[in-house]
């Protein structure tokens, strides 16, 4: 833990910004932390400033993740109307060769060269779980779960359906409106948890069947999964937009969702606990309670989806989907998302899956790892097309290798369907 936060009280007067890892999750993170009384905000999308300050303050050896997020808080603080004294950026850190837990150390020595030491730096570990979320209000961890079980939710019908709306932009209109639905549930602090999960219900069934009625191109598409590092895969800006480009160049994408990751760290979490001897112990049942409600809570907003999703089911046992990839890379021994990357490819192959775009930050040890296993794998699963893609924000021709890609992708859909009907 680099530095617990001071309560939710600790936080009000302050502005919080949230990194923009994705469109939909800091967006729902922000309102949950609204609900509170805490002015939060998201961060502003990138442009090529972002990497332009960014580039001012680090030394080139740091990874693309933190030149975009600083680049972006950069932006906040040169904003004529930032009030640097109630500053405050979120910035949670990760365990494993993960190099995102030293940022809040640096990003805090980069405020303070700048002239801006009050500025305030919260950074919750998922060594704990991200427990100390707790802290601040003891229904708020309860209800950032259910803004991160929402948002993954809205991002997978935006993926389903996107690639066959027959309007440009229509999906993401329908999406985009569902999304600022569901903010003004969580941002309300009157709502306790009937209510509040009855109105995140109703928005997202409101999305569902408006995009259900929407006209729809009726052509098939090779499903590509797409894994890898969280925020790469996630951030459109860092990875260079590589949904749309698989979507526009005749591909349906499915991303590994946030939620997946907070699971992975409960299973670690636990796996601490038993390594210290601690596995029954209080703060083992508190977990275990938590993780109870949160899972209540998860089913109850996935429920309206299992025909949506049917095919395109989660892992929903954590530990037997990490076991599966101990041939490959036991999870014990590597840490972190390459070990999650390795799982999913497994079980979106079980799903049936006509190809795995790896997507990765450049440097990035977990995409490296993968990388490595990915040839082995591919032979494994019968010719499965597994590409590893790295991002730093220079000009790659992504379009032509993706093209590639999604040729072999096809031919692996022909394959299957032939073998199945063989
Ligand atoms: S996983 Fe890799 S790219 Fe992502 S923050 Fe950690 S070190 Fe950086």
């Known amino acids: 833990m680099v530095e617990p936060p001071r309560g939710g009280r600790g936080l009000k007067g302050c502005v919080l910004y949230i990194p923009r890892m994705s469109e939909e999750g800091p967006r729902l ?33 740091e990874c693309y993740p933190a030149h975009v997020t600083l680049g972006n808080f950069l932006r906040v603080l040169e904003d004529p109307g930032c009030e640097p004294e109630r500053t ?19 990003f805090r020595k980069v405020f303070r060269d700048l002239g801006y030491p009050e500025v305030r730096v919260i950074s919750p570990s998922s060594r704990y779980g991200y427990e100390e979320l707790r802290e601040l209000d003891a229904a708020f961890e309860r209800r950032a779960w259910r803004a991160l079980v929402t948002a993954d939710i809205l991002r997978k019908l935006r993926l389903m359906h996107r690639p066959y709306e027959l309007e440009p932009g229509a999906v993401d209109r329908v999406v985009d409106a569902g999304l600022a639905d569901c903010e003004r549930v969580l941002a309300d602090p009157d709502l306790s948890r ?85 596995r029954l112990s209080g703060q083992a049942l508190k977990m275990l309670l938590a993780e109870r409600v949160q899972t209540a809570d998860e089913g109850v907003l996935l429920a309206p989806f299992r ?76 010719g499965l097309p597994i590409r590893s893609l790295y991002f730093d924000g220079t000009e790659t021709d992504l379009d032509r290798d993706l093209g590639m890609f999604l040729e072999m992708a096809r031919a692996q859909r022909r394959r299957r369907a032939a073998a199945a009907s063989a």
């Not at 609204?34 to 050896?61: F, I, K, N």
């Not at 405050?88 to 809040?104: D, K």
């Not at 590092?229 to 946030?258: H, K, M, P, Q, T």
């Not at 046992?317 to 990357?341: I, K, N, V």
């Open 194 to 278: 009937g209510p509040l999960m009855r109105g995140l219900v109703a928005a997202l069934t409101g999305v569902r069947d408006r995009l259900r009625a929407l006209p729809r191109d009726p052509g098939e598409r090779p499903l590509i999964g797409v894994v890898g590092e969280i925020f790469c895969r996630l951030n459109e800006f860092s990875n260079e937009y590589v949904v749309r480009r698989i979507e526009r160049l005749g591909g349906e994408a499915w991303l590994s969702d946030i939620t997946e990751w907070v699971h992975y760290t409960r299973v670690m979490r636990r796996e601490l606990l038993a390594e210290q001897g601690r």
């Open 29 to 61: 993170m922000a309102a949950a932390f609204r609900s509170l009384g805490v002015d939060a905000r998201v961060s502003p999308p990138s442009t090529a400033r972002t990497r332009e300050l960014a580039a001012r303050h680090l030394s080139g050896e």
């Open 88 to 106: 405050c950026f979120f910035l949670p850190n990760a365990e494993g060769p993960c190099r995102f837990g030293q940022y809040a150390h640096l």
């Open 307 to 382: 025909e949506d999703f049917a095919g395109r089911e989660e892992p929903h046992d954590m530990r037997r989907f990490l076991d599966a990839a101990d041939p490959y890379l036991p999870f014990r021994g590597c840490l972190g998302e390459m070990t999650l990357s390795v799982a999913k490819v497994l079980w979106l192959h079980e799903l049936g899956i006509d190809g795995i775009v790896d997507v990765s930050p450049f440097t990035c040890m977990n995409g490296i790892i993968s990388e490595a296993v990915y040839p082995r794998m591919s032979r494994d699963l019968g």
